[in-house]
């Protein structure tokens, strides 16, 4: 199964994305906490996009949840300025801004950027699904 939501890059679609991937994460019985953390990735990524990407008035970004065998893939992409990526530290304790990326990577399984300047941002997350009970 994949979901995509093209939305535009500002923020109501932020709230908007939330809600889709809350009731898919429901239908796919992840327990509150990791459903918490995967809703998070995706505020932090999209929030990214509206506030960096300085894609314009009018630009799009696209979301993308996809259902495989084992495991939920989320991507955000968009067509904005992107950035030269470079490592990224702990933030300092006091640090407000600077922590998204940061924190997708400690809370995802797996993830990855793509960018480079001028060739906007691809962003993808990776999450085990839950086990089913057994019968």
């Known amino acids: 199964m994949r979901v995509i939501l093209e939305v535009p890059g500002e923020a109501p679609s932020l709230r908007f994305c939330r809600h889709v991937l809350r009731a898919l994460l429901e239908e796919l019985a992840f327990d509150t906490a990791r459903a918490f953390d995967i809703e998070l990735v995706l505020c932090e990524a999209v929030a990214n996009v509206i506030r960096h990407a300085h894609a314009g008035a009018g630009q799009s970004c696209q979301v993308s949840v996809e259902v495989a065998a084992d495991r939920l893939v989320l991507r955000v992409i968009d067509q904005g300025c992107g950035f030269t990526p470079r490592p990224r530290a702990a933030p300092a304790?006091?640090?407000?801004?600077?922590?998204?990326?940061w924190l997708i990577e400690r809370l995802a399984d797996r993830s990855q950027v793509r960018t480079a300047p001028g060739k906007g941002c691809q962003l993808e997350a990776e999450f085990a699904l839950p086990e089913s009970p057994a019968s």
Do not use: F, N
Not at 93 to 101: F, K, S, V
């Open 93 to 101: 304790g006091d640090q407000i801004a600077g922590r998204g990326l």
